[in-house]
């Protein structure tokens, strides 16, 4: 299982709106729920947001509500995340994750999740 993320690696401003995507090859299962996590030095790896098999139900953190939305096509196992009017205090590395049993709303929980990318550099100025 390969789990690829694309869309950071680069310096954003404040306020400017931020696009990821993951892509998940050689799925042992079929359609995978998949989520986002981020994740800061020194820092536990946080929930960001998570979509069932099919885009049926979707989950995104408090602290996003109002400015992030979570899709994906109706086949296959990608995902795109979009963050509006960033904050410097975003900045972190962001994780996709993938896995066959975990539901949705396990977003919250990084265990719960098997099949992980080595994720994307976001970082945000002032």
């Known amino acids: 299982v390969q789990v690829t993320e694309s869309g950071g690696g680069r310096s954003m401003q404040a306020g400017e709106s931020l696009t990821l995507s993951c892509v998940v090859s050689?799925?042992?299962?079929?359609?995978?729920?998949m989520a986002w996590f981020r994740q800061t030095p020194g820092q536990e790896r946080e929930g960001v947001a998570s979509?069932?098999?099919?885009?049926?139900?979707?989950y995104v953190a408090q602290f996003l509500k109002g400015r992030a939305s979570i899709s994906r096509p109706k086949s296959g196992n990608s995902m795109t995340l979009q963050i509006d009017s960033l904050k410097s205090e975003e900045t972190a590395k962001y994780y996709c994750?993938?896995?066959?049993?975990?539901?949705?709303?396990?977003?919250?929980?990084?265990?719960?999740?098997?099949?992980w990318g080595r994720g994307t550099q976001v970082t945000v100025s002032p």
């Open positions: 994750a993938a896995d066959d049993e975990a539901w949705a709303s396990d977003y919250t929980d990084p265990g719960r999740w098997k099949f």
């Open positions: 979509i069932t098999e099919y885009g049926s139900s979707t």
């Open positions: 050689n799925s042992p299962a079929g359609t995978l729920t």
